[in-house]
Structures are given as structure tokens and as C-alpha cells.
């Protein structure tokens, strides 16, 4: 089992920064990849970026690329998503989440893919 905890949610101004911290414990050897995943009120959930975890590369959604950034620590027990130029649009609750699916693809996005999942941490983004 892996657990996720995100933390590092808020209140920002639009063009401001947030960074959200997911803490990754458990049986963490077992997935292969960790992304992020937002939730808009009344939507469904959107994948935002995702992490290869072994050798670290990344994968962004179109509507984030150049204004997130996704990282995990040496030890691979902390996922981040750095959170700049905020929007309005950007107002969410935030998800992290690890698989480890065989035939993975990254960029697909599918929320599927995830089998664990954090509590979600809310981001408010006004303007």
C-alpha cells in the first residue's frame, strides 16, 4: 500500500505562486509514476502533470506547461507541483496520485492509470 498527503493549498492572487507538497509513504518502490490531477467544481477530474519516477521525466497537460512544474525530492518520498502565473481558471482542488501500470503512457492523462490517490488540497486562485 502507498499512502499520498498533499499540503501547501491556499488563497493567491491571479499571477501569483502556490507549491503544493504530496508526501509519499508506504510501499513506495511499487509505483513507477506519480502525477497531479485537479478538480473544478462540478467537474470532472483533469490531469495536470506527471512524474516517471526512475529517470524523472515529466509530463505536462497543455493548459499548465510553462506555468507548472512538476518534481520530486532525491529520496522520491515528496512529489511537488510548483504553481506559477495563477489564473482564475486555475481554482481547483488539487489531487496527487501514483500507479504503476505496466502499459503506461504519461501524457495520456487517465486517471485510471492512478491506483492511489491523496485527500485533495484545495487551490483558490482570485483576481
Known amino acids: 500500500q502507498v499512502q499520498l498527503m498533499e499540503s501547501g493549498g491556499g488563497s493567491v492572487q491571479a499571477g501569483g505562486s502556490l507549491r503544493l507538497s504530496c508526501a509519499v509513504s508506504g510501499s513506495t518502490d511499487s509505483t513507477y509514476y506519480r502525477g497531479w490531477f485537479r478538480q473544478f467544481s462540478g467537474k470532472e477530474r483533469e490531469w495536470v502533470a506527471t512524474i516517471v519516477t526512475i529517470p524523472g521525466i515529466t509530463y505536462y497537460a497543455a493548459s499548465v506547461k510553462g506555468r507548472f512544474t512538476i518534481s520530486q525530492d532525491n529520496a522520491k518520498s515528496t512529489l511537488y507541483l510548483q504553481m506559477s502565473s495563477l489564473k482564475p481558471d486555475d481554482t481547483a482542488m488539487y489531487y496527487c496520485?501514483?500507479?504503476?501500470?505496466?502499459?503506461?503512457?504519461?501524457?495520456?492523462?487517465?486517471?485510471?492509470?492512478?491506483?492511489?490517490w491523496g485527500q485533495g488540497s484545495q487551490v483558490t486562485v482570485s483576481s
Open positions: 496520485a501514483a500507479g504503476s501500470q505496466s502499459n503506461f503512457v504519461p501524457s495520456d492523462g487517465r486517471d485510471a492509470d492512478y491506483r492511489y
